[in-house]
């Protein structure tokens, strides 16, 4: 497996769908470092621990691109417009989760995640022409059931733009997937990298003019924390993984961040967990699993986007 990813990732090789959703999968777990990050902040702005989450996401893709010259180089040569397209997508739907989180729960952001499957399907199909197999139709109804555990019991809604903000998180991550399936011989590095510089860039203008770019030690290494690990390894995993898996399946497999946020946060600062949230991420990881148990080990075959 480890080898497999490795010659992967130097684009010397190709991985099975049940590697891709290995990969995914991991980079759900990553991914769900940032609730306890965020919550960690102790007095930056939203658009203060934006800015340099991004910005740590630059620095380690740039450490990557240097460390790999001296083997396979990342080429840019297969970017094109939807690459661009996708990195700000990325961007968006990165800097949204922030605004949702500070504005609502992350009950109700989780909670509107669940619904990413949903879309993708549908852009996977409508854009790849990819057809939604039973399984995926299956395991959507039974993380639907998970999620609605988890944050029934005490869903709060939190104020309208949260809620707005929370309710376009879905329809972009189910975009993202599509589009990056469509551009999959593109380095997994590049697209992180130039979300990251749109993230940087957007956040650090509204900082800038709202409440200025200085920051706590400790804010700046949540932020540290948030994009150099959480973006900076979740996201080439994800964007190496999603190549062999159908696009209605990667929100799938991402639910390890709706499961496993509310754990980091309970283990500090010390935020128990309902019985409910219990019970539901047990059906949604259940669900996950079961769909990488049923994964085929041949490839996919590479997706050829309609013309629009």
């Known amino acids: 497996m480890i080898r497999a990813v490795g010659r992967a990732f130097v684009g010397e090789g190709d991985l099975t769908e049940r590697q891709g959703e290995v990969l995914v999968a991991g980079a759900g777990v990553a991914f769900s470092v940032t609730a306890i990050a965020f ?10 621990f934006l800015t340099y989450r991004g910005l740590s996401t630059v620095l380690v893709m740039v450490l990557l691109i240097l460390v790999r010259r001296s083997g396979r180089p990342v080429s840019f040569a297969e970017v094109t417009w939807r690459t661009w397209v996708a990195a700000l ?14 504005r609502t729960s992350a009950a ?14 549908i852009i996977g199909w409508v854009l790849l022409r990819e057809r939604v197999e039973r399984s995926t139709i299956i395991a959507i109804a039974i993380t639907a059931v998970g999620v609605t555990i988890m944050v029934g019991a005490g869903l709060d809604a939190g104020s309208a733009m949260g809620l707005f903000f929370a309710a376009l998180i879905p329809v972009l991550v189910g975009l993202y ?7 999959s011989r593109v380095d997994p590095v590049i697209p992180t990298l130039i979300a990251a510089v749109f993230l940087t860039l957007g956040s650090g203008v509204i900082a800038l003019f709202d409440t200025g770019l200085g920051i706590s030690g400790r804010d700046l290494t949540m932020a540290g924390i948030s994009g ?27 639910m390890t961040e709706v499961v496993l946020a509310p754990v980091w946060v ?29 994964a085929r080990t041949s490839e996919l075959p590479r997706p050829v986007i309609a013309a629009t």
């Open 228 to 254: 150099g690990f959480a973006l900076g390894v979740g996201l080439p995993l994800f964007n190496l993984g999603h190549r062999s898996v159908a696009a209605a399946r990667i929100p799938l497999l991402l």
């Open 177 to 183: 997937s599509v589009i990056q399936r469509s551009v």
């Open 266 to 294: 309970w283990i500090w600062p010390g935020e128990t967990p309902g019985v409910t949230t219990l019970i539901g991420g047990a059906v949604i990881m259940s669900a996950v699993a079961w769909l990488m148990l049923r």
């Open 39 to 48: 919550r960690g902040v102790e007095s930056a702005s939203d658009f203060q």
């Open 89 to 102: 997508v990325l961007a968006t739907t990165s800097m949204l989760y922030i605004l949702a989180l500070s």
């Open 108 to 121: 109700t952001t989780l909670f509107m995640l669940a619904a990413a499957p949903v879309f993708a399907a």
